[in-house]
Nanobody, 125 residues
Framework: QVQLVESGGGLVQAGGSLRLSCAAS????????MGWFRQAPGKERDVVAA????????YYADSVKGRFTISRDKAKNTVALQMNSLKLEDTAVYYC??????????????????WGQGTQVTVSS
């Protein structure tokens, strides 16, 4: 079992920055890769970024490339999402996620083995 607890999020003006953090715990946590998904009102939940826990390899959705950065701290069992140059269309509930699949396979789906509770990110004009 893996538990994920998110922090960060909130209200920010367009062009601003926010940092999301996710603390992970669980007996076999090191076997999972980590990622962030988001869901806007009326839309499906889609992957934003993912990172391989073992080698740090990353994946980014095209819509966030060059603006968002995912990172992990293996000593603290945390994963972060630094979001810069935020746009109105980044407004969504952001979910921390953990899954046992390889990142390149996992990001083709909209599913995950474990989810955090979600945190709201609202970008205003």
């Amino acid at each position: 079992q893996v538990q994920l607890v998110e922090s960060g999020g909130g209200l920010v003006q367009a062009g601003g920055s926010l940092r999301l953090s996710c603390a992970a715990s669980g007996r076999t946590f090191s076997s999972y890769n980590m990622g962030w998904f988001r869901q806007a009102p009326g839309k499906e939940r889609d992957v934003v970024a993912a990172i391989s826990w073992s080698d740090g390899g990353t994946y980014y959705a095209d819509s966030v490339k060059g603006r968002f950065t995912i990172s992990r701290d293996k000593a603290k069992n945390t994963v972060a999402l630094q979001m810069n140059s935020l746009k109105l269309e980044d407004t969504a509930v952001y979910y921390c996620a953990a899954d046992y699949r390889r990142v390149k396979d996992w990001v083709k789906t909209q599913t995950s083995a474990y989810w955090g509770q979600g945190t709201q990110v609202t970008v205003s004009s």
